[in-house]
């Protein structure tokens, strides 16, 4: 006789590893469960498209700058309200709002703390190209329960988990609970995320990367020498020639990497140094590099590990080197010579 094995959902998942791992506690299994809940509506109205009017911009330009997409706020307040009645969160921070959002009185609370990106590639996503969400959970500081925006303030090596939602020609969720990096595919008839990749790992050597090549000529000296390496192909330095992607979605380029093998970078240059980089330390570069890590590969700010960094303020930018573990060591050394 065949045994058939069931699909593992999201949910049995978080139980074996809360139950019989011992790797997380109720209330984290709850708060997953909850940010999963949250990206399946979002993954809802994405689909939508023009038909549901959630394409085209608000209006308003949020705390980076940055003009907001409707589905940037749209996707910010399905996060919020699915998440601040359970119980299980102390405050949430957004990239969408310049401070943390505190949990309703009329609610209990709880000791994590949440942070996320709620649509991340939001250019891409009025010409309909993969966009995702990120989100990172630490634990908020014995003792607090109004936590302030430097309770936040912890290096990502404190995450408990980190994930993110890529919505796809089919939506996945990427998770981490420091066990491993596993994803998970909708079902759209079912209603849940199945498990269809166990211990994602990501192969140490790649010949692919990923890089806005539009701004080389504001690149640091480090950067350029690298990347004209790589493009110098088989008679270069490097002997073997190199691909190039670039989605301009973290999320989508980062889920290649996990599928199959490569580097993203996203370096500071003359643009961006002011700031400090492009990407945002706390919502997108450290549940990036704690997923990349769990899947064996690299993540530096271009000198130390990304998760290493004390973060000085909720909307801080870093420079990102992320990906396969050989690549990322290579360009991060020329950051010392
Ligand atoms: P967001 O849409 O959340 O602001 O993030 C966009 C980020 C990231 O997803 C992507 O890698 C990068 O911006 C793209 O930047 P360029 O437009 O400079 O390529
Ligand atoms: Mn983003
Ligand atoms: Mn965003």
Redesign the pocket.
């Known amino acids: 006789m065949t045994r058939v094995h069931k699909p593992i959902s999201l949910t049995r998942y978080l139980i074996e590893e809360q139950r019989e791992k011992g790797v997380i506690k109720p209330d984290l299994r709850l708060l997953i469960e909850v940010v999963a809940r949250a990206c399946k509506t979002i993954a809802t109205q994405i689909n939508k498209g023009d038909l549901g009017g959630v394409l085209g911009n608000v209006g308003s330009i949020n705390v ?1 700058g ?1 003009v907001q997409k409707k589905l ?1 706020v749209l996707s910010n307040e399905i996060l919020l309200e699915a998440n601040e009645w359970g119980g299980h969160l102390a405050a949430i921070a957004s ?1 969408e709002m310049d401070d943390p959002y505190p949990i309703p009185h009329r609610y209990p609370k709880g000791e994590y703390l949440l942070v996320f ?1 709620p ?5 891409n996503i009025d010409v309909n190209v993969s966009v995702g969400t990120i989100f990172s959970v630490l634990k908020a500081p014995e003792g607090v329960t109004e936590p302030k925006p430097e309770d936040f303030l912890q290096p990502g090596t404190k995450q408990v988990a980190a994930g993110y939602t890529v919505y796809g020609p089919s939506t996945v969720l990427v998770l981490t609970v420091g066990d491993g990096t596993h994803m998970f595919t909708l079902d759209r008839e079912q209603g849940s995320f199945v498990l269809t990749e166990m211990n994602v790992r990501i192969p140490e050597d790649t010949a692919e990367f990923a890089i ?1 090549m539009s ?1 080389m000529r504001h690149w640091e000296v480090p950067v350029k020498r690298y990347i004209d390496e790589l493009l110098a192909g088989k008679t270069g330095p490097r002997g073997k020639d190199f691909n190039m992607r ?1 989605v ?4 989508a ?1 980062v889920h290649r990497i996990l599928t199959r093998g490569g580097v993203f970078m ?1 370096p500071v240059d003359a643009k961006c140094r002011d700031k400090g980089g ?2 945002r330390l706390m919502y ?1 570069a450290n549940p990036m590099a704690f997923i990349v890590e769990q899947a064996g590969g690299g993540a530096t700010d271009g000198h130390i590990r990304i998760l290493e960094r004390q973060p000085l303020a909720l909307h801080e930018r870093v420079p990102v080197f992320l990906g396969s573990k050989n690549e990322v060591a290579l360009v991060t050394s020329y950051h010392r010579d």
């Open positions: 980076q940055e940037d990239e990106d649509l991340d590639g939001s250019s806005n701004n670039w301009a979605s973290m999320v380029d996203y492009r990407l997108e």
